[in-house]
């Protein structure tokens, strides 16, 4: 079993900047991808970036050339940074992960962290 705790969330003013964290605990997220979705009010979950086990990363269009996702080995976490925030952005962010490789479709991650709120003000 992995269990995934997001933290970073927050209030930030468009054009500003958060990182976002998903620290696990139970696995080593080594072998794992780990995938950050959101969902805004109304609207479906959707994965903004993965990392695969090789480090492998996929970005959804819309936040592509603002947000990075990036590993944390030492500390057994998946970072996300985002930069140059829209209003648009606002949502609750989860971390997921799933064996080996990448994924958008969030019914193919089995662990889920409780996610965390980001607003951005306009």
């Known amino acids: 079993q992995v269990q995934l705790v997001e933290s970073g969330g927050g209030l930030v003013q468009a054009g500003g900047s958060l990182r976002l964290s998903c620290a696990a605990s139970?696995?080593?997220?080594?072998?794992?991808?780990v995938a950050w979705f959101r969902q805004a009010p109304g609207k479906e979950r959707e994965c903004v970036a993965a990392i695969d086990r090789a480090s492998s990363t996929y970005y959804a269009d819309s936040v592509k050339g603002r947000f990075t996702i990036s590993r944390d080995n030492a500390k057994n976490a998946v970072h996300i940074q985002m930069n140059s925030l829209k209003p648009e952005d606002t949502a609750v962010y989860y971390c997921?992960?799933?064996?080996?490789?990448?994924?958008?479709?969030?019914?193919?991650?089995?662990?889920w962290g409780q996610g965390a709120q980001v607003t951005v003000s306009s």
């Open positions: 997921a992960a799933r064996l080996n490789f990448n994924s958008a479709n969030a019914a193919q991650y089995g662990y």
């Open positions: 139970g696995r080593t997220l080594g072998t794992y991808a």
